[in-house]
């Protein structure tokens, strides 16, 4: 939801009007303050997310907009959406976010499934009735084939993004170590994220291991919330490796301290087992931090093919590679890789170019939609405010 959030307020630079229709409650504080107009239709009921409210307002507001755009799929939303449009002259469009990755199929089989009885009678149609199915990269529109057998879609890849740094590289850095003193001067490796199993953060803790005694100031800074099990886990893991004066958790960083994390890293590191876009890892790539990433984050041709960073399986000896291929590059090299990560940002994942091309695409793709600036719509799940 964050992305739609500013995507909506770069549109609004242009001349574009937003209204998201949303399962969340009215009156939720996180609804106020935007730049798009937020119709609360919620709450959803179940994991479904079904609100009785939600297809009888598009019914009766739909003729006011020029594109639908759906974010999300496996829930109501996706569904009701196609009930109210479908055979109209109102184009909708649907960003599926990595939901339809067989990463999902191969690790929740079960789930799988029950996802299986569903498809034919209600995401199937949703996608094959959509003037298009916008993907945020290469990877996942390729991905997304494999996970059901039946499946018709027009794709399009649009790109996806955030917005640039807030705040300037020397004073961001001066609040991460004014928070954290004894990382001053060290080589940081910093992996920021929500620490889950999918995650790999076990396999750059072991890679980390392998080059640790080449030079006493490389340090890994482990910086994001997460169960507190795993959390034990995995700092078990890094004694066991006798890393314990090596590897820093710092929690989750916010504001001034998450951004001077990443400028003051030497590079970013991202070992994940799925991850359809990896949104942290484009804000390093804002800062200049190169990156380090498995080739199950979806972004890893375009950063590799940009010249900003390292990609490699998601395996023990894959993020060792990662360690390994950024350590064998003298200063000179790493400071052309920090260079090409700010010019692959600005190309392709800073969230106002991507809203441009967006719009240029929904533009040309949606017959009869008015080539002057027009208002722009989401349809999303429950919880908008808390999601990113």
């Known amino acids: 939801m964050e992305g739609v959030r500013q995507i909506a307020r770069a549109a609004q630079a242009w001349g574009q009007k937003t209204t998201v229709a949303t399962l969340d409650t009215p009156g939720a504080p996180f609804l106020e303050g935007n730049s798009f107009v ?107 084939r494999q996970s059901f057998g039946l499946y018709d879609a027009n794709e399009l890849v649009t790109g996806y993004g955030t917005a640039p740094p807030p705040f300037d590289a020397e004073s961001a850095r001066a609040a991460f170590f004014s928070s954290f003193p004894a990382l001053r001067g060290k080589r940081l490796i910093l992996f920021l994220s929500r620490i889950h199993p999918k995650k790999g953060c076990d396999l750059l803790i072991d890679a980390f291991a392998t080059i640790a005694g080449i030079d006493p100031c490389w340090h890994l800074v482990i910086a994001g919330p997460g169960d507190e099990a795993l959390m034990r886990r995995l700092q078990a893991q890094a004694i066991a490796r006798g890393l314990d004066r090596r590897v820093s958790w710092t929690g989750m960083l916010r504001g001034a301290h998450k951004w001077g994390a990443m400028y003051a890293a030497e590079v970013f590191a991202l070992t994940s087992h799925q991850e359809n876009f990896g949104i942290a890892a484009a804000e390093a790539l804002a800062c200049g931090t190169p990156v380090l990433i498995s080739d199950k984050v979806n972004i890893w041709r375009e950063i590799t093919s940009d010249g900003a960073g ?73 919880d908008s405010g808390q999601r990113q």
Request: hydrophobic content about 45%.
């Open 38 to 144: 937020a119709v609360p239709l919620g709450p959803g009921r179940l994991k479904y997310g079904y609100s009785s409210r939600l297809l009888p307002w598009l019914r009766a507001h739909v003729n006011e907009f020029d594109v639908v755009i759906v974010n999300g799929i496996w829930q109501y939303s996706s569904f009701a959406v196609w009930r109210a449009l479908h055979g109209t002259k109102t184009p909708y469009f649907v960003f599926p976010h990595g939901m339809l990755d067989p990463y999902f199929k191969r690790t929740f089989p079960l789930k799988h499934l029950k996802k299986w009885l569903y498809w034919p009678w209600a995401e199937y149609r949703v996608l094959r009735d959509a003037r298009a199915v916008l993907f945020t990269c290469e990877e996942e529109r390729l991905l997304a």
């Open 310 to 382: 390292f990609a490699a399986p998601d395996t023990a000896q894959g993020a060792r590679q990662l360690l390994q291929s950024w350590n064998a590059l003298d200063e000179h090299a790493r400071r052309r890789m920090g260079h090409a990560a700010k010019k692959c940002f600005d190309r392709r994942f800073d969230i106002r170019t991507v809203a441009r091309a967006l719009s240029n695409i929904l533009e040309h793709s949606a017959s009869g939609v008015r080539s002057a600036p027009w208002p722009w719509w989401a349809a999303t799940g429950a």
